[in-house]
């Protein structure tokens, strides 16, 4: 029979790390525990630290990022209006 491969969450691949972090347990009592390979773990552990980084980066890129975002659904929403307006007053004049 045919083993499909499990698929985890970031969340839970995030909690795991954390506790391999700890070193309270052994990795054999981690894998035991969360039902993974040794070696999953210590690859979610050294992803898990160097990706750390990112989270205290500046946060200017995700200010400017938001603010694009935020610039370019206002725009959109702005045509949309101005598209519904339209087909409400073609209606209208229609007599529907």
């Known amino acids: 029979m045919k083993r499909t491969r499990r698929k985890f969450i970031a969340a839970y691949k995030a909690k ?40 205290f980066s500046s946060s200017e890129k995700s200010k400017e990022q938001n603010e694009a975002e935020t610039e370019r659904l206002y725009s959109k929403i702005g045509k949309l209006e101005v598209e519904n307006f339209s087909k409400k007053k073609s209606l209208y004049k229609l007599g529907l």
Not at 30 to 35: G, K, N, P, Q, T
Not at 43 to 55: A, G, H, L, Y
């Open 16 to 55: 795991v790390a954390i506790e391999a972090i700890k070193e309270r347990e052994t990795l054999n009592e981690l894998a035991m525990r969360f039902e993974v390979h040794p070696n999953q773990i210590s690859q979610w552990k050294r992803e898990f630290i160097e990706q750390s980084e990112k989270v």
